[in-house]
């Protein structure tokens, strides 16, 4: 089982940075190898017209290897911190971009990331609009880390807090597991191989 981590923070040292880390090594515990793409610290373009254009300079040399290893995954991770309400625009742009079938018909799992009590608008907007064109299934379950910078910092739990964090991160990963297990049969049928029909309604 091979899974992707998307950190969606733009900067470099970031709590959401923190949060995939965390994740990508309980992956690793739970036997499952992972790809950790990290907006504040790997540069992707951001999404023009001529993005759809073949051969275009820059396009290939920029998106090619992420783009593949984001193809190879069984599933996602997706890390979002909550800027003024809103999933920050370099995450936004990073789902425009996979549109060459990345996503399709995998399972995703949210993580929202706060400094406070709240996270949950970054959650709704997800899974309002982000699944449309790229058809990523997102899991029933999602995960809101909430007081981000005082939880998830060592190997061991500091608070009944942290504890509690991170048995339910535990759990929803070995969801996004079986939902990753489940849909990689639906992925190979003929039906959605030769789909007229590459964005959704």
């Known amino acids: 089982m091979h899974i992707a981590v998307v950190s969606g923070s733009h900067r470099p040292k970031s709590e959401s940075g923190k949060v995939a880390r965390f994740v990508v090594e309980r992956l690793r515990s739970h036997g499952m190898s992972s790809y950790l793409l990290d907006l504040g610290r790997t540069e992707i373009p951001v999404w023009q017209e001529d993005f759809w254009a073949k051969g275009v300079d820059g396009w290939d040399a920029t998106w090619k290897d992420v783009s593949g290893h984001i193809q190879k995954a069984d599933g996602l991770v997706i890390v979002s911190p ?68 005082h939880v998830l910092n060592g190997p061991e739990a500091s608070s009944n807090e942290d504890s509690e964090t991170r048995n339910r991160l535990d759990y929803s990963l070995e969801l996004l597991s079986l939902y990753a297990r489940a849909l990689g049969p639906i992925r190979h049928e003929a039906v959605i191989a030769r789909s007229p029909y590459p964005f959704g309604m």
């Open 82 to 149: 909550e800027w003024s309400g809103m999933v920050p625009p370099l995450l936004k742009n990073f789902f425009l971009l996979c549109s060459n079938g990345e996503l399709s018909h995998k399972p995703g799992l949210i993580v929202g990331v706060t400094s406070g009590r709240s996270g949950s608008y970054p959650v709704a907007e997800l899974r309002m609009s982000s699944y449309k064109n790229t058809k990523l299934c997102y899991l029933p379950e999602h995960l809101i880390i909430r007081n981000v910078e």
